[in-house]
């Protein structure tokens, strides 16, 4: 059983110096990496965001919460990867996903085609990737991809670079329970790239566990089960009255539904909560916004390494 981390999933900033000292502070808090989101619009460019992050802390990992598959050539993804991770003398997660925002592909003038296409780009780029980054000189004439002699130097420092792939339905469930040593659950989006609130509850979280259990077979225990988590607050521990209060109404809401993917209650409550998560799920890795970073430190405190 892995013990409990926490990350931090950030993406906005108004200067460098309110960056730096955002991941510093992170790191200070005990948080275990920075995360930042692959979209377009009033967000910092992923790769420049995480490795100005890298440069300006001594341990905190970083990763981008993740790449769209479809944005990069997947030489292209193995190099920026390589780089990260030598840069970052070993800190990397490489997040990839199959890509979902259709605001994004809109803008890059790409067709948004149906999930099976995406996923099938997927798993053709993933495999390319990793042969890259595991030093191999590529030759490939796929359904989507050709290179021709395509090497990656320099070499990154992990070896292999763990692997976080982003999944809500049960195809990406299966292929980041064989491939991934990081799954990253999401509610699953709808063919027109909508999230499925349907898809945000216990019993699918607990369905979604079954089908990545069932997947990795042998391999179950070594995988980290990374969860989204889009709102967070702490009720209580001496924080301010109107903070506190909001938080209390929102963990009454939260428990109607019990999503995994919305963190609210007291210190004792949520502790409890994550716990018995562990137990039943496996769930020990949750990513939080950066608006509620200072909010959940004493959560943190209390459960990371644990």
Do not use: C
């Not at 898809?199 to 969860?227: C, H, Q, S």
């Amino acid at each position: 059983m892995h013990p409990f981390r926490f990350a931090v999933h950030a993406s906005r900033a108004s200067s460098a110096e309110e960056w730096k000292s955002l991941a510093r502070r992170a790191e200070e808090l005990g948080y275990s990496a920075l995360l930042v989101p692959d979209h377009l619009g009033s967000r910092l460019s992923p790769i420049t965001a995480l490795a100005t992050a890298a440069a300006v802390t001594p341990r905190l990992r970083i990763g981008p919460y993740v790449f769209a598959n479809d944005y990069r050539h997947p030489l292209m993804m193995a190099r920026e990867a390589a780089t990260l991770d030598l840069l970052s003398e070993g800190r990397l997660e490489l997040g990839l996903g199959a890509g979902w925002m259709t605001s994004d592909y809109r803008q890059l003038g790409f067709n948004y085609d149906a999930p099976r296409l995406r996923v099938d780009r997927l798993v053709e780029a993933l495999g390319l990737v990793k042969r890259l980054l595991a030093g191999e000189t590529v030759t490939h004439a796929g359904t989507w991809y050709h290179l021709d002699n395509a090497r990656v130097e320099p070499r990154p420092v992990q070896r292999p670079i763990p692997i976080h792939i982003g999944a809500g339905g049960p195809r990406m469930l299966r292929l980041a329970a064989r491939e991934s040593q990081i799954v990253g659950l999401i509610p699953q989006f709808s063919p027109k790239g909508r999230p499925m609130i349907t898809d945000a509850g216990p019993e699918a979280t607990a369905r979604k566990v079954a089908i990545i259990r069932e997947a990795a077979g042998d391999g179950f225990e070594r995988l980290e089960l990374n969860v989204f988590v889009a709102d967070a607050g702490l009720a209580g521990s001496g924080r301010p009255l109107p903070a506190s209060l909001v938080a209390a109404t929102k963990a009454l809401a939260t428990a109607l539904v019990n999503s995994p993917y919305v963190l609210y209650g007291t210190l004792s409550s949520l502790r409890d909560k994550l716990e018995r998560r562990r137990s039943e799920l496996g769930l020990t890795y949750y990513a939080v916004p950066q608006g509620a970073m200072e909010a959940m430190a004493p959560l943190v405190e209390a459960l990371a390494g644990k």
